[in-house]
């Protein structure tokens, strides 16, 4: 080879290599600001995501013909204990049951409600919301069932913290 050619291709691979690598580094900036947005955005939801807790005002159990017991009525009281402002709230442990309540955010409502109580006396009540960012979660409020005197208490025993069912993108 002459050292022209040679001259030639080493200028070539001098105006090349540059570009290859300029556009490696490109690449890897772009994935890199993809993943701190979605850090950001995530950081974001958690920020602003509601946490719904429940208290029982009162109780009651229903019981069949033979006495036993059908389900237990309650009254809840549900309170947004999260960042965020809870909207689309529904709630229920059986397929068709629902109850629908106006948003919350920071605030108490009331809410009547059907449990059914296992052997173990224990019950829990399923709460569906959405953020104001229209991700939806899901939380599970377990209730324990104490005798006392001639009836029974319903006793809030924990809240699971929410989960993410589908987010909003």
């Not at 291709?9 to 490109?26: E, K, Q």
């Not at 955005?41 to 807790?53: C, F, L, T, W």
């Not at 059908?70 to 909207?87: E, P, V, W």
Request: with cysteine; charged share 25%; proline share 2%.
């Amino acid at each position: 080879m002459s050292s022209a050619t040679i001259d030639a291709i080493g200028i070539i691979i001098a105006a090349i290599v540059p570009i290859i690598v300029m556009r490696i580094t490109l690449c890897n900036e772009k994935k890199m600001h993809k993943e701190q947005i979605k850090q950001i955005e995530e950081k974001n939801r958690v920020d602003a995501m509601p946490i719904i807790d429940a208290e029982v005002l009162h109780n009651s159990i229903v019981k069949d013909d033979e006495g036993v017991t059908k389900y237990i009525q309650a009254d809840l009281s549900l309170s947004n204990k999260g960042n965020g402002t809870a909207i689309g709230i529904t709630g229920g442990n059986e397929a068709d049951y629902y109850d629908s309540v106006v948003p919350i955010g920071g605030s108490t409502s009331s809410w009547d409600v059907k449990m059914i109580n296992n052997e173990k006396n224990e019950c829990e009540y399923v709460i569906h919301f959405e953020d104001l960012y229209g991700n939806r979660y899901e939380e599970i409020i377990k209730f324990e069932l104490i005798e006392a005197g001639n009836g029974c208490q319903l006793k809030r025993r924990s809240v699971t913290l929410p989960r993410l069912i589908s987010q909003n993108d």
